[in-house]
């Protein structure tokens, strides 16, 4: 039975279709049927005096400079959920990415943190629907992600250490898909806004026919008083000067209002980082998932967010602040090619 729409929430449950359930871990790395807990202990194993089966080998080491392939998998199907827990070290450290299909290039790099929505390096809490990050730093991702003929997931430790405690688990159902269905994509950028031009660019040059379904923030600032009065901006099919879909300011299209004035985290939306800690630059983590409202583009998308504050005169102020982003997206391949990943040093947080 092919995969339909009614099989992406609550009520596909009752819908029996004709896949296969499968999860890769450390225990599991290819996934393969009664393939799990196969690995011995030696002496200094802390399951030696159990025996196999019994927690042998429930994690990996992220050697340094290195990329570990998580998982490598041919065939059709749908990833339904990804938990991985980790040290705060491979936040920003270490890079995640996806490939569907054999593509050469990657539909998804981002740092790992960031593609949970724990920015900045730091852990916290989100209680949304399509990430949760769980005490403490459990990070699941629940978007769904299809692929065709097959899929790879690496993780990159450019850390000058090797990074041990990195535990996994990816769960996905093989079998017949819809022949149209977009394939998951997401970006991470990071700049520093200036006073001759206070914007950041969450996406630009993705061609092809698909929606926006998604934003991450890490915002660091660089100056006291309110820093949300920026309007985001959607460029659609060849908008130019002007875009189609314009926002009214920040904490607006975060779905707040009045400077927020608390944090918050929620199915679509949510604010759950405020941090100024020993004299540092205020530190902030927002997210909107465009679950209920994607946001339809036929051709090409460029996303950007002004970073505006408040003049004592009361006139807007461009401020100098740095910002870090994930933008998310499905489409029809093939995508763009993405810009150069900045490297670590331009990747750590403030």
């Not at 769904?144 to 041990?164: G, L």
């Not at 189609?244 to 980082?273: K, M, Q, V």
């Not at 970073?307 to 009361?314: F, I, Y």
């Not at 740095?322 to 750590?348: C, K, M, T």
Request: glycine share 10%; net charge negative; hydrophobic share 35%.
């Amino acid at each position: 039975m092919l995969l339909n729409n009614r099989q992406f929430g609550l009520g596909a449950l009752p819908v029996l279709g004709d896949f296969e359930t499968r999860s890769i871990s450390a225990e599991n790395p290819d996934g393969s049927r009664a393939g799990g807990a196969k690995a011995i202990p030696d002496a200094n194993n802390p399951a030696s005096q159990l025996g196999k089966g019994w927690k042998v080998r429930p994690c990996i080491t992220l050697e340094k400079g290195s990329t570990t392939t998580l998982a490598d998998v041919t065939g059709q199907g749908l990833i339904q959920h990804i938990w991985i827990t980790v040290h705060p070290n491979a936040y920003r450290d270490c890079v995640l990415r996806m490939y569907w299909d054999g593509e050469d290039t990657p539909s998804v790099e981002t740092p790992l943190g960031d593609f949970f929505a724990n920015g900045h390096g730091l852990r916290y809490n989100v209680n949304s629907l399509a990430v949760a990050v769980n005490p403490s730093g459990g990070f699941n991702s629940y978007w769904p992600m299809p692929f065709y003929k097959s899929f790879k997931i690496t993780i990159e430790n450019q850390r000058h250490e090797n990074i041990d405690g990195f535990f996994y688990q990816i769960t996905y159902a093989l079998g017949q898909l819809p022949p149209d269905l977009g394939l998951f994509h997401a970006q991470w950028r990071i700049s520093m806004t200036t006073r001759e031009y206070p914007e950041h660019v969450i996406l630009d040059g993705v061609k092809g026919d698909g929606q926006y379904v998604g934003t991450f923030m890490a915002w660091a600032q660089f100056s006291d008083g309110w820093w949300g009065e920026g309007e985001i901006k959607f460029y659609l099919d060849g908008d130019t000067e002007y875009p189609t879909i314009c926002g009214t300011g920040t904490e607006d299209y975060f779905c707040g209002a009045w400077g927020f004035d608390d944090t918050f985290s929620s199915l679509y939306t949510g604010y759950p980082l405020w941090q100024r800690e020993g004299g540092r630059v205020p530190k902030h983590g927002l997210y909107r998932w465009h679950i209920m409202d994607p946001i339809r583009f036929r051709h090409n998308l460029k996303v950007t967010m002004q970073a505006l504050g408040w003049w004592p005169n009361s006139k807007f102020q461009p401020l100098t602040d740095e910002i870090a982003s994930v933008g998310y997206w499905y489409q029809h391949e093939p995508h763009a090619p993405f810009p150069q990943l900045p490297d670590r040093n331009h990747r750590l947080p403030r």
